[in-house]
């Protein structure tokens, strides 16, 4: 009896410690997820909503970490400081991980690793070079060079707004200062020994395995088994992505003016002038977040002007030649802003000058002029015609044979049967002619 007793108490402890274990594996499951996510190209208003989005997922879930896998050549500044407060905020702990080999963190991408709760590099990698170019998205800029004092302030703000990173991250004031004043750049492992990043990890098995029992916000990081679970872009994200890249605005400045342009040339298409003002409105709203040089849009506009001022007047092609050449200087300005990540390629600019000066010398030109051809139908055909006197024509009777049909005619002049008259005008189903002498 007490043989089956001590069994029955050794079987219902064994169910109470699988039932603990069972839960304590299960919750050890759920805290053992880490995020993943993955940045690429520019830094730009997508890539801001993108982080901030994955941040509230992987916090919503209760991963153990969010791993920003970084390799960008900067970007805009605005879109940065959007990051690094999202960083702050997050309720996850953040790793920024540049990688893969050969990948930089340049610029924007400085700020960003310096501001991550855990800074990492894969071998080969480099970090740095964070001089600022604009504060916002709509700079003056381009080769035009910013006054001393303008320049001045920017450095400073770009200074001080590093500095202040890196002491709340406890990694090298200096040397981010420096980043920002003299674009220092460095590699992995010198910014290892210097204190800027946290550690250097040949891939992202390596990264976790490293991570794992590291205390970030007073919580041990439990990665080296974690399941990694990548956040993707969604839908709107990913078309936000591709909006807001100089070679999407250079197509839809191109589409608006060949849609514009050819409504005006074929009054009545309806299609060309829709497209082209939907084309219009979206290159005025990404010209507001985009770094576009005020001065190549000056150029583009004043090619326009001289392609439809010659159309007009004959000036042998003189104008259209001026047109194209101020339409390649605006493209090769328009972006040419300094800001990396955002600059037009030639593969962009040659296409897109050879597509626009064939398209006004041999579509607008042609259009424009035809407006101003005489009128090779209707009524308005008749007038100045001379045909002969049918019948005598006074001012109530008279006919003549024109076009096959014999009209009503008056005149203020009485004309003779058999004698020329000349067409002035036409009134409804009369015409009103006058000797033709």
Known sequence: MVSQQGNRMRQLLSVLVGGWMLGLSAGQGAETRAGLIHIDGAIGPATADYIQRAITV????????????????????????????????????????????????????????????VAAMAPNTSIGAAHPVSIGGNPVGGEEKPDEVMKEKLENYASSYIESIAKKRHRNVEWARSSVIESASITAEEA??????????????????????????????????????????????????LLWRPEVMFILMLVAIYGIIGELSNPGAILPGTVGAIALILVLYMSAILPVNIAGFAFIVLAIGLFIADAFAPTHGVLTAGGIIAFALG?????????????????????????????????????????????RAGRETLIGRVVKAEDPINAETGRVFVEGEYWNAVSDTPVEAGRPVEIVAVQRLVLKVKPKL
């Open 58 to 117: 992987a916090s919503g879930r209760g991963d153990v970490c969010l791993v920003i896998r970084l390799d960008t050549p900067g970007g805009l500044l605005d879109s940065t400081k959007d990051i690094v407060q999202s960083l702050y905020a997050s309720q996850v702990p953040t790793v920024v991980y540049v990688a893969p080999e050969g990948a930089n963190a340049g610029s924007a991408g400085c700020f960003i690793t310096l501001a991550a709760d």
């Open 192 to 241: 290892l020994k210097l204190d800027v990043i946290d550690l250097i990890a040949k891939d992202l098995p390596d990264l976790l395995r490293q991570l794992d029992g590291r205390t970030v916000n007073e919580r041990e990081l439990v990665t080296e088994q974690a399941e990694v679970v990548e956040i993707p872009m969604i839908a709107r994200e990913r078309v936000f992505q």
């Open 331 to 375: 493209t090769l300005m328009l972006f040419n802003t300094g800001v990396p990540g955002f600059n037009l390629s030639l593969g962009y600019i040659i296409p897109g000058v050879l597509i626009t000066a064939g398209f006004f010398i041999f579509v607008v030109s042609r259009g424009l002029r035809a407006q101003f051809l005489p009128v």
